[in-house]
């Protein structure tokens, strides 16, 4: 099956130096559709958009082979309507060791899916498992089962499968792409969620974030974790702390000592979540995401995003 032929748009946005450092922010486990093209330039993939950005100096030049303008795409993806600048330094004024994070990891910003629902789906697939196996994964079921969205580079690429799709595949064919015991997961949670009615999950924005992440966690295979990536990424609520493995070694380790040796249970995951709410507030996603991009990178230990 072909796509027809649309006009790559493009337009050149002025990036100024420190404020945007794509690879690390599509490399820390926010996002799984982007990847390094020709030339220095990355292709991401969100919500049905495509986009392939050439990060050069402090002029970034953006294309969109699928015909849509890239500009508004790529300032929703990164948030650029925040002033990254205020908010490291917000982050380092509520908690001293925040300044070596964010001078360590210059450039990164907390990303913004453009699909909650796509959102959902890929962090499903993030359980006990790392970021290259999850990309795979993820790439594997838009080949088979995503609707066409450009032609780019000799190849088509595609969208990532709609909820609808999903939850009439065969459990088998997901476990022959890959996703082993996350196959029943995945095609059980798009059941519930088309029962639960178009609009439900975006309807989730309005509720305060215990109640939210109460009712993504009554969907199957969602516990505290993959919530709280929803909410944070797919749905905006700077209140979510997402804990899994790299985030629970990291305030062992470097912020609640006391907490060393215990286990990561409903207890301690509320610890930890409250004291992020007490320390940076309606930060906590950003301070977060600095704690969560230390301990991955710190060089010590495997890229596993980890079990919930």
């Known amino acids: 099956m072909t796509t027809p032929a649309r006009p790559i748009l493009g337009e050149r946005v002025s990036i100024p130096l420190g404020e945007l450092d794509l690879p690390l922010c599509v490399g820390s486990g926010q996002v799984f559709r982007w990847q390094p093209v020709q030339d220095g330039a990355w292709l991401g993939i969100a919500g049905g958009r495509m986009l392939v950005v050439h990060p050069s100096g402090v002029r970034w030049q953006l294309c969109a082979p699928d015909g849509h303008p890239p500009l ?3 300032q929703h993806l990164f948030r650029l309507e925040v002033d990254l600048k205020q908010v490291q ?3 380092v004024r509520r908690h001293p060791l925040w300044a070596e994070w964010v001078a360590g990891l210059p450039g990164l910003r907390l990303m913004r899916w453009l699909d909650a629902e796509e959102c959902l789906f890929s962090f499903l697939c993030t359980p006990a ?3 290259p196996r999850i ?14 969205i450009a032609e780019w580079g000799g190849r088509i690429w595609r969208a990532f499968p709609s909820a609808a799709v999903l939850a009439k595949l065969p459990v088998e064919a997901l476990q022959a792409l890959g996703f082993g015991y996350r196959a029943r997961l995945l095609t059980a949670a798009a059941r519930a969620l088309l ?12 509720l305060p974030y215990e109640e939210a992440k109460h009712a993504l966690c009554q969907l199957p295979g969602v516990g505290m974790k993959i ?21 629970w070694q990291a305030v062992q380790a470097w912020l609640l000592p006391h907490l060393r040796g215990k286990s990561l249970t409903a207890r301690t995951y509320r610890e930890v979540v409250d004291w992020f709410h007490s320390t940076f507030g309606e930060l906590s996603g950003w301070a977060h995401q600095y704690l969560f991009t230390a301990h991955l990178f710190d060089g010590t230990h495997p890229d596993a995003i980890g079990v919930q």
């Open 227 to 247: 919530a709280d990536c929803v909410l944070l990424f797919g749905l905006d609520n700077p209140l979510a702390v997402p804990i899994d493995t790299h985030l």
């Open 135 to 148: 990309t795979r994964m993820i790439e594997r079921l838009c080949e088979h089962y995503g609707e066409p």
């Open 195 to 206: 029962e639960r009615g178009q609009g439900w999950l975006m309807s989730l924005r309005q």
């Open 129 to 131: 498992n790392n970021i």
């Open 72 to 74: 508004p795409t790529f």
């Open 89 to 91: 330094a917000q982050l």
